[in-house]
């Protein structure tokens, strides 16, 4: 009975949508205010349907009903509570429940919260959200519907697959769905502000907060990801360049190239059309993601869905609402008047020369990416690319797009002294200069791309904090003083200030971690040693050990520093049978400057094991720093001036004398 409700409220979610996605539209056209009151509650109700269906189907996943043919295919009775939930989420049809019920959590967002918005602009934007949703629920109704039977009913399911029955895998998705579909809300404005011809700089400051908060997200999501890999395939490595990673890249970079832009249309009134582009390339590349991932047609760890009837609707769906927007935008977009003028060498011009890096990043990543696909589609021929390729195309692209990030805070609107600016950062570049010539004493010149990565880093570390020191003038009025400025600082300027500091910091985490990781591969017996970075692990062997529904093969590993025990570390090879696969978990030793990486593997029939031994210079920095770039999104979030529309400009001859009744605010 609970897979029917769910089922039905699916559909009906589909007939709501439809209308919220058409009716408003008319009204909004023709001045109809009847039809225009639609998208409001038309939005309410679609989520409050697909939440309905989505407590269902976790109901059914939660109560092992194997009755629910996605139940039966993703979930078993010995499974922990947390992954039968996480496995709602951990196949297609139930992620694409997720990804539509996030879908209406934002139209409803904007229903419930857009009130300073214009009423035209607000009726459009839910009924685009609106359409966007018919596209995901009739794939959902008519090919992957999440709640169909199986009978006779199995008595056992098939379990969700082990690499994802994961704390970090259980929360990765969401976060990603969250980032990917919450760019809608940019796609939705961009095409309404389209179909009204207008965009200012209020349209700009009602975007970036929908924006802010779906890249904080994107942000957070990558971060799980690159963790879950680091210490759950037992590689040691961190990031892959594999599709499905740079799905979900690709539309982090251009989101954070229109949160760039979209600070120049509410500040200066310029780059507007190029903003309306950037919103709907962010959307697409986050729906070409979903078809990367859901059509099979590239192969990935990460892809679960193959059928090919799912994958050509999807890249019709993909072809009618990129080119439709496209499309619209090139009808559009020339009527839509330009703003402000500045100067090369200005803050403007920093933020330009941002977008156009981050642009052409990723067109390179698009292309690693891509051209397997193309080249097997026109001549047959298979191809990985590695990488060898993205290291030796995105690399360079990111080199003056980080050299420049520090600079552009430190320039005014309009018109800058390059001399003058790079004179205010003199401390920062003692400081990397410091840096580069202690990196350079300790690692004797090798590798040398090291100290670039040191430099990179620092430098946007120590401009961040340049950044604020300015706005404060730290050091140059008394420290009362000072602090009181800091207080009185918008919030974005912190946030802005936290991210871009957190950058450097990952900067420096990954340089450390790819230039002076040191390996040991050996097979090892119980008593034997191995030393690494001033550490002696001894072997202790292995036991067998009874997971909740897995059986294990536990190592030890005495970890000793100047013949003194300071931890032991117990690595596991843990073989599932529901479904059979055998995962590794690494054992991890986090130190501030370095991480020692553990992992046992088979048995070599004579009483040795193989054995895989890492040091890990700096690689907590890398996740360190992601956390405060996510954490300077949220600081930013929580700037007043981004939860209200923009004040209206009024001349003193325009302005209206206020009534004897009438009271300020």
Do not use: C
């Not at 895998?169 to 579909?181: E, I, M, S, T």
């Not at 073989?575 to 696969?581: A, E, K």
């Amino acid at each position: 009975m609970i897979a029917e409700l769910g089922h039905f409220a699916i559909v009906l979610a589909l007939a709501v949508a439809i209308v919220q996605g058409t009716l408003p539209l008319v009204g909004a056209q023709r001045g109809i205010e009847s039809l225009t009151a639609i998208a409001r509650p038309a939005a309410i109700m679609q989520f409050l349907l697909l939440a309905l269906a989505f407590i269902a189907l976790t109901l059914a996943f939660t109560g092992s009903d194997f009755s629910v043919l996605n139940v039966w295919q993703n979930s078993h009775t010995q499974k922990p509570l947390l992954y039968k939930i996480s496995g709602v989420w951990g196949n297609h049809e139930g992620s694409l429940l997720l990804w539509v019920m996030i879908l209406a959590a934002f139209g409803f967002g904007v229903a419930t919260m857009g009130n300073n918005l214009p009423p035209s602009l607000r009726t459009r934007v839910i009924a685009i959200q609106g359409l966007i949703g018919v596209g995901f629920l009739l794939l959902l109704v008519f090919l992957s519907n999440p709640f169909e039977r199986v009978f006779p009913v199995p008595a056992q399911g098939n379990g969700l697959n082990p690499l994802l029955q994961d704390p970090g895998l259980a929360f990765h998705p969401p976060f990603l769905y969250l980032g990917y579909v919450g760019f809608s809300i940019a796609f939705s404005f961009a095409v309404a502000a389209l179909i009204e011809g207008k965009v200012d700089a209020a349209w700009a400051r009602w975007v970036r907060p929908w924006t802010l908060a779906a890249w904080v997200a994107l942000t957070i999501g990558i971060a799980m990801g690159s963790w879950w890999a680091y210490y759950e395939l037992g590689w040691g490595g961190w990031w892959f360049w594999d599709p499905v990673e740079n799905a979900s890249f690709m539309p982090w970079l251009l989101g954070t190239a229109l949160l760039h832009s979209a600070i120049v249309v509410e500040k200066r009134d310029a780059l507007k059309t190029w903003t309306v582009l950037l919103a709907i390339l962010t959307f697409s590349f986050s729906l070409l993601g979903t078809f990367i991932v859901r059509s099979g047609v590239l192969n990935s760890v990460h892809s679960f869905a193959t059928d090919p009837g799912r994958g050509v609707y999807i890249l019709a769906f993909l072809v009618v609402a990129i080119g439709g927007s496209l499309a619209l935008y090139a009808w559009r977009a020339p009527a839509l008047k330009s703003g402000g003028v500045f100067a090369p060498i200005s803050r403007e011009g920093s933020l330009v020369l941002n977008n156009l890096l981050l642009i052409a990043a990723t067109a390179t990543v698009f292309i690693g990416t891509m051209y397997p696909l193309f080249l097997d589609a026109m001549t047959g021929e298979k191809v990985t690319v590695g990488p060898p390729f993205f290291n030796a195309t995105f690399v360079p692209l990111m080199v003056p797009l980080l050299a420049v990030m520090a600079i552009g805070p430190m320039m005014p609107w309009k018109r800058a002294d390059l001399a003058g600016t790079l004179a205010r950062m003199k401390v920062a570049a003692a400081v990397t200069v410091a840096v580069a010539l202690l990196t350079l004493y300790l690692s004797g010149f090798d590798p040398i791309l090291a100290v670039l990565g040191m430099v990179l880093g620092t430098w946007l570390v120590a401009g961040a904090a340049i950044d604020i020191g300015e706005r404060t003038r730290l050091f140059r009025i008394p420290w009362r003083d000072a602090l009181r400025r800091g207080r009185n600082l918008p919030r974005s300027a912190w946030g802005g200030a936290i991210a871009h500091a957190g950058m450097g910091v990952a900067i420096l985490g990954i340089t450390g971690s790819l230039s002076w990781e040191i390996e040991r591969l050996q097979i090892m017996r119980p008593g034997d040693r191995v030393g690494i970075a001033g550490y002696e692990l001894e072997f202790g062997g292995v036991a067998p050990v009874a997971g909740p529904n897995y059986d294990a093969v536990r190592g030890t590993f005495r970890v000793y520093r100047d013949d003194e025990l300071v931890e032991v570390m117990t690595p596991e090879t843990r073989r599932f049978t529901q479904p059979s696969m055998v995962t590794t978990e690494a054992a991890i030793r986090p130190r501030n400057f370095g991480d020692l990486y553990a992992v046992v593997g088979e048995s070599n029939g004579d009483g040795g094991f193989a054995t895989r031994i890492y040091h890990k210079p700096m690689i907590n920095w890398l996740w360190i720093g992601s956390i405060m770039m996510a954490l300077g999104g949220l600081v930013s979030l929580t700037d007043r001036r981004l939860r209200i529309g923009a004040p209206r400009r009024r001349t003193a001859e325009t302005k209206p004398a206020l009534r004897p009744q009438q009271q300020t605010t």
